[in-house]
T-cell receptor, first 116, second 116 residues
Framework: AQSVAQPEDQVNVAEGNPLTVKCTYS??????LFWYVQYPNRGLQFLLKYITGDNLVKGSYGFEAEFNKSQTSFHLKKPSALVSDSALYFC??????????????FGTGTRLTVIP | DTGVSQDPRHKITKRGQNVTFRCDPI?????LYWYRQTLGQGPEFLTY????????KSRLLSDRFSAERPKGSFSTLEIQRTEQGDSAMYLC??????????????FGEGSRLTVL
């Protein structure tokens, strides 16, 4: 079985400071990990993914995430937060599927608020 | 706009009524997904189509729920005899046939159902 945990419901950070949104996972086999962002009245948008290779992956809007196999974590990071980064962030895992589908199992989300 | 579109955006209904939601995926995408998102939770997988074939259904999809994708293009999600517990945001997503587990999902803005 697969699961994703986002331990923080809310993260507040001052504009210009680095931000981290935490995610841990549990999945059989090789993990396929994703981050999506949800802005108010907007659909979920893909930020980045880890499939294989370099543990540090870079994505949209200056975000990056670090895959740590020993800690089963995939934390989202950004060196300098913007007010416009304020949104709901979801970590997700794609389990093995015989159909080859890219179904996703999501965490409960972390609301990021960047304070001006 | 060539993204995923959903209709209606918001539906208010009385308990016991039937409702239907429509999803138009990105035109060249042959995979289509339905998710449900309740307040404070991440999206939960409901069902998945590859072209017109419904390949996977979640245990969340009770007998009152039915989804179709008759010509492999748009999809409908019908809920019969609605219950207050069905109140949620219903999300549709699509993806191309390539990319497998590592592929990005493209989400619509969702259809919010309120059952009184």
């Amino acid at each position: 079985a697969q699961s994703v945990a986002q331990p923080e419901d809310q993260v507040n950070v001052a504009e210009g400071n680095p931000l981290t949104v935490k995610c841990t996972y549990s999945v059989s086999g090789n993990p396929y990990l994703f981050w999506y962002v949800q802005y108010p009245n907007r659909g979920l948008q893909f930020l980045l993914k880890y499939i294989t290779g370099d543990n540090l992956v870079k994505g949209s809007y200056g975000f990056e995430a670090e895959f740590n196999k020993s800690q089963t974590s995939f934390h989202l990071k950004k060196p300098s937060a913007l007010v416009s980064d304020s949104a709901l962030y979801f970590c997700a895992v794609s389990p093995f599927d015989q159909t080859g589908a890219n179904n996703l199992f999501f965490g409960t989300g972390t609301r990021l608020t960047v304070i001006p | 706009d060539t993204g995923v579109s959903q209709d209606p955006r918001h539906k208010i209904t009385k308990r016991g009524q039937n409702v239907t939601f429509r999803c138009d995926p990105i035109s060249e995408h042959n995979r289509l997904y339905w998710y449900r998102q309740t307040l404070g939770q991440g999206p939960e997988f409901l069902t998945y189509f590859q072209n017109e074939a419904q390949l996977e259904k979640s245990r969340l999809l009770s007998d009152r729920f039915s989804a179709e994708r008759p010509k492999g293009s748009f999809s409908t999600l019908e809920i019969q005899r609605t219950e207050q517990g069905d109140s949620a945001m219903y999300l549709c997503a699509s993806s191309p046939g390539t990319g497998g587990r590592g592929g990005e999902l493209f989400f619509g803005e969702g259809s919010r159902l309120t059952v009184l």
